[in-house]
């Protein structure tokens, strides 16, 4: 069975750093371009970031683009978000994915691109 178990999510002041964890089980995606979308209550799920099979591509939606940076360790089957200067509209379950193609180079930030889904994991920004 495959699995993205994110972590690293809690209750933080506008301002602060926090850094997500997905840990991938059942297959390996080494292979695979990974990243996170996220839904705010009341909001529609977004794309936050995403990076290729060998970290040589990146892209991130513009509203985090100098503040969040997406970088992976293939040996750990694993994918990192790395948020800063957190903002109360930052708030929301943000959401590990991974693409089932192997080998790509561009990343892309559409949602149905991404065949695999965690669980998902909280990030409030208090301000």
């Known amino acids: 069975q495959v699995q993205l178990v994110e972590s690293g999510g809690g209750l933080v002041q506008a301002g602060d750093s926090l850094r997500l964890s997905c840990a991938a089980s059942?297959?390996?995606?080494?292979?695979?371009?990974m990243g996170w979308f996220r839904q705010a209550p009341g909001k529609e799920q977004e794309f936050v970031a995403a990076?290729?099979?060998?970290?040589?591509?990146?892209y991130y939606a513009n509203f985090v683009k100098g503040r969040f940076t997406i970088s992976r360790d293939n040996a750990q089957n694993s994918v990192y978000l790395q948020m800063s200067s957190l903002k109360p509209e930052d708030t929301a379950v943000y959401y590990c994915?991974?693409?089932?193609?192997?080998?790509?180079?561009?990343?892309?930030?559409?949602?149905?691109?991404?065949?695999?889904w965690g669980q998902g994991t909280q990030v409030t920004v208090s301000s």
């Open positions: 994915v991974a693409d089932s193609r192997r080998f790509i180079h561009e990343v892309v930030p559409h949602r149905y691109q991404y065949d695999y």
């Open positions: 059942g297959r390996t995606f080494s292979s695979n371009a």
């Open positions: 990076i290729s099979w060998n970290s040589e591509s990146t």
